[in-house]
């Protein structure tokens, strides 16, 4: 089946004054102009080409391919604003691709900026857009991702906590602002890894692998803190940063990742106020047990 908006591979059929048709089944026979038909093209060869619509909304091909297709997130360049409809990205072709006005957002791009976008079907037209509205892209499955996988990451946005990035194409985590080195751009591509996956699907990123080695220490450090104090400790997220930076020299956000990660291995319960060992009998013998006297 031909996909507008994707690569095809098309059988070529004849031969015009303005170049070759492709045989698009279902679509019908599709112009390839002759400024883009390889040196030694015979008929019945199929060739590699991908499918939009020109200026006057006929299906064309190409054997140019452009910076993104339906379907993916790209960083794209504003190359001119129509303040009738929207404006207009350089994806790489010589049609430059719609971002309508309604899919931009509260703000308007300016020519020269670089947005992150999403390239769609519009459902009304049929024709290939780019849109700014990115969580309605953006997969609500169950993140297939590992912790300490490496992933690649586009930068999406700008928040209070950090930036949002857009993970292997599918889904979007949040890499702290102090797990950031350096400011990051918006569009920029980088290389990074899954620090968490939270029980509701939030993920929490990392440009370093040592990140990992940060929260498997602080792991080590909870479980021994509880051992030496009868298997409970007045710690958790109510905690203030101060009382945890104090007790185990992190700050809060690594804390709650590593008292999250005992909680999903079962190693520990919150008991509001504080955490408590799962298995008591992991704490020392002689020592305070849950439920017993504190000692003075």
Known sequence: MTQIGKRNSLKVLYSTPHGVYLDAGDL???????????????????????????????????????????????????????RNIGAFLNWGLAKDLLLPFREQGEQRVMPGEKVVVYVMLDDKTDRIIATMRLNR??????????????????????????????????????????????????????????????????????????????VASLTDKILDALKQN????????????????????????????AVGALYRQRRIEFTNPGITLVNPAEAKVGDWKPGAPRPA
């Open 230 to 257: 009868g298997g409970r400790l007045p710690f958790d997220d109510d905690s203030s940063p101060e009382q945890i930076r104090a007790a185990f020299e992190a700050s809060k956000k690594a804390f709650k990742q």
């Open 28 to 82: 019908g026979e599709i112009l390839l102009p002759n400024r883009y038909i390889p040196h030694g093209t015979d008929i019945d060869q199929s060739l590699d080409v991908f499918i939009y619509r020109d200026s006057e909304d006929r299906l064309v091909a190409t054997t140019e391919c452009p910076f993104a297709m339906v379907g993916e997130f790209a960083t794209l360049e504003v190359v001119s604003v129509n």
């Open 137 to 214: 892209h953006l997969s609500k499955e169950r993140p297939p991702f590992k912790l300490k996988q490496e992933v690649r990451l586009l930068i999406a946005a700008r928040t209070p906590l950090g930036y949002n990035a857009i993970i292997e194409g599918t889904h979007v985590g949040l890499l702290y602002h102090t797990n950031v080195g350096a400011p990051l751009q918006i569009g920029q591509q980088v290389k990074g890894y899954v620090m968490m996956i939270h029980p509701g699907g939030k993920i929490d990123l990392s440009l370093d692998a040592s990140g990992y080695q940060r």
